[in-house]
């Protein structure tokens, strides 16, 4: 066959597109569990993060179960429930679009309770919108299921400089001791507020300068996750005031 022919060439083109193909489906499910298992390890030093705990891809998994002994799944009404889906699998975005599919009575939401230094601390995913893509985060609470601990969070695109610090050490240290309720006991989040916020404020953060849009979506994304646990918590905490009368 003449290699200067256009039939050659064609021919040619599409065998070795095919045989590329066939190889990155191959290494793609080859390499599919080691992706799997990252993911995972990553979710699992993220959520110790929040609680103070560091570690490695090395040790994460021991250090998870080490101190994640206990998580839970609940349903729309505050409510433990067992059998349909292990908590750490709980994909929240997935969750968090049932309100927009009518679904919303079918939410299901993770919680992780952490045991450290004989204390418990309660983890919770939030996930909401940046200025160029999603960005999500666990926020650990105090046993008063009101003061938050730590924070740890992450983003896909923002502007490094910018809307990027919200994973800084700075940013989170923000958060550590601010209250999710009021004086009363009703939930009223935490804000992230532009211009310079009274450190007496107990729900306030300081904005990150030159990133409105971010700062603002770190806002809705705590606010509009958290309130979804308070039902629990109110639960809780009234069961916590029976056992101690």
């Not at 993060?49 to 250090?63: H, I, N, P, Q, W």
């Not at 730590?150 to 050490?169: D, N, Q, R, Y």
């Amino acid at each position: 066959m003449n290699k200067n022919n256009n039939k050659y060439i064609f021919i040619f083109s599409s065998i070795m597109v095919i045989i590329v193909a066939v190889l990155l489906s191959l290494a793609a499910i080859g390499l599919g569990p080691l992706q799997n298992k990252n993911i995972r390890i990553e979710k699992m030093q993220n959520i110790l993060g929040s609680v103070g705990v560091e570690s490695s891809a090395t040790d994460a998994e021991k250090l998870f179960d080490e101190y994640i002994p206990t998580q839970v799944v609940l349903n729309v009404k505050g409510e433990s429930v067992k059998g349909e889906v292990a908590a750490f699998d709980i994909d929240l975005k997935k969750e968090l679009d049932k309100v927009r599919t009518g679904n919303a009575d079918k939410q299901l939401f993770p919680l992780f309770v952490c045991d450290k230094e004989n204390k418990k601390f309660y983890i919770i995913p939030v996930r909401g919108k940046g200025l160029w893509g999603p960005i999500w985060g666990y926020i650990s609470l105090e046993e008063d299921m009101n003061t938050i601990y730590g924070v740890s969070f992450g983003h896909k695109g923002e502007t490094p400089g910018l809307g990027a610090e919200i994973e800084t050490e700075k940013f989170r240290q923000e958060f550590v001791g601010k209250k999710i309720l009021d004086e009363n006991g009703k939930f009223v989040s935490v804000k992230v507020i532009k211009g310079k916020v009274d450190p007496d404020n107990p729900h306030g953060v300081d904005a990150i300068s030159g990133a409105t849009v971010t700062s603002t979506g770190v806002s809705e994304m705590i606010e509009r996750t958290l309130k979804n646990y308070i039902p629990y918590f109110e639960s809780a905490m009234k069961e916590r005031k029976v056992a101690m009368e």
